[in-house]
């Protein structure tokens, strides 16, 4: 059964700080790495990851992945009070002839809030 | 506001009536998804569609019945659902082929009485 676990479940920080958030996981048939943003309704997406090494970087966030260690991780520069949220992690397995066979598997979560 | 539209945002039922939640989506997309949310817990998905034809049933209970009338429009039928079943409903949509991420509806907040 694919595994994803994600760490800190939750973490305070001050507007400002740098904060890095943790996802590992265990998927048969590794197709991609999704790291999405959910406030109170729906989850954005911020990154998909599917090579090792690479850094996905969108203004203060980004995202690498490793696929020999199995773990991605998502930091957060500056934060504001605007990034408090839940971030999901979520690994998509594939099938033998590539393609996605769409069943995302999600971590728990962390909870970020920012202090202003 | 997303490319993801479901209807409607909220929804109380009681246990024996029979509603429908409604997604649509234009982006061309051929997979669309249902999943269920409780609260503080991640999205657990239910149903996949495929170029509309059901391809997962996550062995979700028959009182949710899904449905793909075309390729933009997915429904989810409940009937005598139970208080366990009040959670926020999400549909997502994907290209399906390329790589491309899964985007997710505001959700449907469902409440059984």
């Known amino acids: 059964e694919d595994k994803v676990v994600q760490s800190p479940l939750s973490l305070v920080v001050h507007e400002g700080d740098t904060v890095t958030l943790n996802c590992s996981y265990e998927?048969?048939?590794?197709?991609?790495l999704l790291w999405y943003k959910q406030e109170k309704k729906a989850p954005t997406f911020l990154f998909m990851l599917t090579s090792s090494g690479i850094e996905k970087k969108s203004g203060r966030l980004s995202s690498i992945l490793d696929k020999k260690e199995l773990f991605s991780i998502l930091n957060i520069t500056a934060t504001q009070t605007g990034d408090s949220a839940i971030y999901l992690c979520?690994?998509?397995?594939?099938?033998?002839?590539?393609?996605?066979?769409?069943?995302?598997?999600f971590g728990k979560g962390t909870l970020l809030t920012v202090n202003p | 506001d997303t490319e993801v539209t479901q209807t409607p945002k909220h929804l109380v039922m009681g246990m024996t009536n029979k509603k429908s939640l409604k997604c649509e989506q234009h982006m061309g997309h051929r997979a669309m998804y249902w999943y269920k949310q409780k609260a503080k817990k991640p999205p657990e998905l239910m149903f996949v569609?495929?170029?509309?034809?059901?391809?997962i049933n996550e062995s979700v209970p028959s009182r949710f019945s899904p449905e793909c009338p075309n390729s933009s429009l997915l429904n989810l039928h409940l009937h005598a659902l139970q208080p366990e079943d009040s959670a926020l409903y999400l549909c997502a949509s994907s290209h399906g082929g390329r790589w491309q991420p899964q985007h997710f509806g505001d959700g449907t907040r469902l409440s059984i009485l």
């Open positions: 979520a690994v998509e397995p594939r099938l033998g002839s590539g393609g996605s066979n769409y069943k995302l598997t």
């Open positions: 998927v048969t048939n590794f197709r991609s």
């Open positions: 569609y495929s170029y509309e034809k059901l391809s």
